[in-house]
């Protein structure tokens, strides 16, 4: 258990800025932040982050909160988990006691898994440095490779023993459960029930999470054991923590020098990664022999929009650069691609080169992707229907490009270097994008049908009161101002009364509750801590140990359009006391206006049933409340709808 004590140092040191900067590249704009949301396929910047209120929105799906509720879901972590992450990150130190046997067999197994990653890391590292063996071959290898220590330190390259079983009873010896040893994959289990480690005798590189979590590993057979092998590279397996078509190898080591560069490389392999790092060009990644997929895009645009294929110039690679293209623009980027001379590879390139080398290289030589599929596909071709089939090709790249006048720049080029009529581009490109328009309406019909109609229920109006988040709006930004000043007690004291005090006096005279549980717990604790000394309820609730609580309260908090400091106006007591006044009437006339609907159903109710009765009971409760709908109505100084 983490104590409050150290929880409120946490909050207090967490700079909202400095964690989402570490998932998504932020641009200033304004007082605030922004950048692509993380939690949905943002096309144009949408997500909010904001300095002063220590808080993210996202004005598109909603998503967002304080560091707490960025972190744990982005990363899909628990609350503590998320503290001990920024723990982590402000060097604060955290007192916890060794969970019971009890409490360990209540952790999910996602958390373990985490665990079991972590140590596994740990165990290949110390195999590779401290042992005669792992120095001997692992490391030795390695260093035959080229491969400089600081670089084995930074991407926590080890090495895992021959012994099939090593790993396994080392892990159960220190306490690791078995099961867990092989959801992660380290493991697997003969018939017998025996575990053997799925890595021993090769040379280990650990995958890493964007936020820094081993999720898995790659095993490598060592070059004297290759020969004759297919399979020269083993991953972990799909498990809840590692899907590979999601994943990018060195994700976690490049992202800040892919948002400083604002450009990525996108290679193949691990050592081609690890080769490019050595010698100084660290925006690099590896989707390491999967086909691309588009949430790896998606990772990879919320740092840039610009990225550079660089694979071999072989016809394997020519392969993998013509498969990625069309997502990659589908998608949005900004695609140029480079095959590097025949024999290399990005890894024996990048030895062979200085960093400055390698980057003029790059610069002198990289191509957009219409010069790449014509030299590619109408290299040697003169038969006419090939060729027509090669610029098709082409114009259908250009048609997945989601911004027009990129399409449009594009479609130019190609006339001008194809030597193809414009127009004749642009009809087909159209036809293209037609195609794709009508196939997904047909998907969304198709998808609509498999599933149930809505029930009567699901599509009723919903009784909430739209004035309850407004009413929270104004505790959060004035619940600590005093709007009433000496007011009188039944006894004679002589109080001073803030907005959140106020608002929970007035609903209290009626016995009304908020609908919204969440809202009335914000009302709650405003009204009880709001006469505290220096009570700020957007930061008292941004830090709120209720993580569902801090949740709301943070995206109620943000404003999407807000002016620079200099022409922000305050608003007065005055203000602010015949604002809290008109909303509440409004809270009050809208509650009256719920309860006519549901008048309204029950008469239609006992009118089917012929219950004259309860008829005229109810018409005298509607007679009532419409009488009272009216009088609030004067009250806010506006006539309400009478479609009763």
């Not at 049908?449 to 739209?466: E, K």
């Not at 008469?603 to 009532?624: F, H």
């Not at 009488?627 to 109505?633: G, N, P, V």
Request: glycine content about 6%; aromatic content about 8%.
């Amino acid at each position: 258990m983490i104590d409050r004590d150290t929880i409120d140092k946490i909050m207090e040191a967490t700079n909202i800025v400095d964690v989402v900067s570490e998932f998504v590249t932020l641009r200033k704009a304004g007082i605030n932040y922004k950048g692509l949301c993380p939690f949905h396929d943002d096309k144009t910047p949408s997500f909010m982050v904001s300095p002063a209120k220590g808080i993210c929105h996202c004005f598109a799906c909603g998503k967002g909160g304080n560091a707490v509720n960025f972190l744990m879901e982005h990363e899909q972590i628990s609350y503590p988990d998320a503290l001990r992450w920024l723990a982590k990150k402000y060097n604060i130190e955290i007192q916890e006691r060794e969970l019971s046997a009890e409490e360990k067999q209540q952790a999910t197994d996602r958390e373990s898994m985490f665990i079991v990653n972590e140590w596994a890391k740990n165990y290949f590292i110390d195999i590779l440095k401290k042992n005669p063996d792992g120095q001997a071959i692992g490391l030795q290898y390695f260093r035959s490779r080229g491969i400089r220590d600081d670089i084995i330190e930074k991407f926590k390259l080890g090495y895992a023993l021959p012994k099939r079983d090593a790993l396994s009873k080392a892990a159960v010896a220190a306490g690791y459960k078995a099961d867990y040893l092989v959801k992660t994959g380290l493991c697997y289990r003969k018939d017998n029930g025996e575990l053997v480690d799925r890595y021993a005798g090769r040379v280990i590189f650990p995958w890493f999470s964007v936020s820094g979590k081993v999720n898995a590993f790659g095993g490598r057979l060592l070059d004297s054991r290759t020969k004759g092998v297919q399979q020269k590279y083993v991953n972990s397996p799909e498990s809840d923590i590692f899907h590979k078509e999601r994943e990018l190898y060195g994700l976690y080591q490049a992202k800040r020098e892919i948002a400083k560069q604002d450009h990525v490389y996108m290679v193949e392999g691990y050592t081609d990664v690890i080769a490019m790092h050595q010698c100084g060009i660290c925006n690099v990644v590896a989707n390491s022999g999967t086909a691309l997929s588009v949430h790896q895009i998606k990772a990879l645009r919320r740092f840039t929009p610009n990225i550079t294929l660089l694979y071999d110039g072989d016809e394997a690679g020519i392969h993998a650069a013509m498969r990625g293209t069309d997502m990659l623009l589908g998608e949005g980027m900004n695609v140029k691609v480079l095959l590097l001379p025949d024999g290399d590879d990005p890894d024996s390139f990048a030895r062979k080169h200085s960093a400055e080398e390698f980057r003029k290289y790059v610069e002198d030589n990289q191509t957009d992707f219409i010069r790449f599929k014509s030299d590619v596909m109408l290299r040697g071709v003169n038969d006419p229907i090939k060729r027509s089939e090669a610029i098709t090709s082409i114009v259908r790249s250009i048609s997945v490009i989601p911004n027009q006048i990129t399409r449009d720049t594009y479609v130019h080029e190609c006339s001008d270097r194809l030597q193809i009529n414009e127009q004749t581009l642009i009809n087909t490109m159209n036809s293209f994008i037609r195609g794709d328009i009508e196939s997904a309406q047909k998907e969304q019909e198709r998808e609509a049908r498999r599933h149930d109609a809505p029930t009567a229920s699901a599509i009723a109006p919903s009784q909430d009161n739209p004035i309850e988040p407004l009413l929270i709006q104004l505790i959060l930004q004035h619940g600590g101002d005093i709007i009433y000043k000496d007011v009188k007690t039944a006894d004679g004291e002589s109080i001073n009364l803030t907005v959140a005090q106020f608002i929970d006096y007035d609903l209290s005279q009626d016995n009304l509750r908020l609908s919204n549980p969440i809202y009335q717990t914000i009302l709650n604790e405003a009204a009880a801590h709001s006469g505290d000394e220096g009570f700020d309820p957007a930061a008292f609730f941004a830090s709120y140990h209720d993580i569902n609580v801090s949740s709301v309260a943070s995206s109620l908090t943000f404003n999407k359009y807000q002016l620079c400091r200099s022409l922000e106006i305050t608003p007065d007591e005055e203000a602010v006391r015949l604002n809290t006044i008109h909303l509440l009437s409004e809270y009050r006339a809208h509650t009256v206006q719920n309860m006519l609907n549901a008048l309204k159903r029950r008469l239609a109710e006992a009118q089917r049933n012929k219950n004259g009765d309860e008829v005229r009971a109810i018409l005298k409760e509607m007679m009532d409340a419409r009488t009272l709908r009216d009088t609030i109505a004067d009250s806010v100084g506006q006539s309400l709808v009478r479609n009763l």
